[in-house]
């Protein structure tokens, strides 16, 4: 069975930096993506960051580009997001996600996610 746990959130001033990990278990050796996805109250979930483990493309969101990063450890088993110049609308539950689809102008539509962590809190202060 797959199971992913996310760690790392914490609160954060406006302009600060914090890095999401996830770790992963149970995945298909099957190149897949994997992904980060965040959720605010009273917002619907969007994906935020995601990688191709077999080419390790990447794409992200408009409003975080320039800012955020995503990438994986060489074993493949961790995945991770760098966020920097946090601003107080990056604040949400984020989610890791798994077994994506492959084309990259795929990679951060949700229904296309067979798997996800139970999330963890980002909070960013002004």
């Known amino acids: 069975q797959v199971q992913l746990v996310e760690s790392g959130g914490d609160s954060v001033q406006a302009g600060g930096s914090l890095k999401l990990s996830c770790a992963a278990s149970g995945l298909s050796r099957r190149g897949h993506s994997m992904a980060w996805f965040r959720q605010a109250p009273g917002k619907e979930r969007e994906g935020v960051a995601a990688i191709y483990t077999g080419f390790e493309s990447t794409n992200y969101a408009d409003s975080v580009k320039g800012r955020f990063t995503i990438s994986r450890n060489s074993a493949g088993d961790m995945l991770y997001l760098e966020m920097n110049s946090l601003k107080v609308e990056d604040t949400a539950v984020y989610y890791c996600?798994?077994?994506?689809?492959?084309?990259?102008?795929?990679?951060?539509?949700?229904?296309?996610?067979?798997?996800w962590g139970q999330g963890t809190q980002v909070t960013v202060s002004s």
């Open positions: 996600a798994a077994g994506g689809p492959i084309a990259s102008r795929l990679l951060l539509q949700e229904s296309l996610y067979n798997y």
